[in-house]
């Protein structure tokens, strides 16, 4: 194998592991002081500000949030304090890594 073939799959590899370090988890999110149907936008919006956040499904009916993110670049608690910084204090219903 040629060296520019050596440093490729070099780059190529450390490329991988990188991605391999990041893991995506999921968060379910206990709201309980929504008290109107337009409470979710906001909610969705100041987690979906938070980087690293993949997706962000708000249920006014349930009270909850449901948060993928990247736990590399997020943290649990960067999602309940952005909930918390819109007026919504939240609790974890569960974590899964």
Known sequence: MGNKMKKL???????????LCAAEQSVILSIPTMDCPV?????KKSLQKVTGVKSAKVSYEGKTAVVVFDNQLAKVESLLKATENVGYPATVLKNTP
């Open 9 to 19: 799959a070099f780059v190529f590899l450390l490329a991988q592991s990188g991605a």
């Open 39 to 43: 409470c979710p936008i906001t909610i």
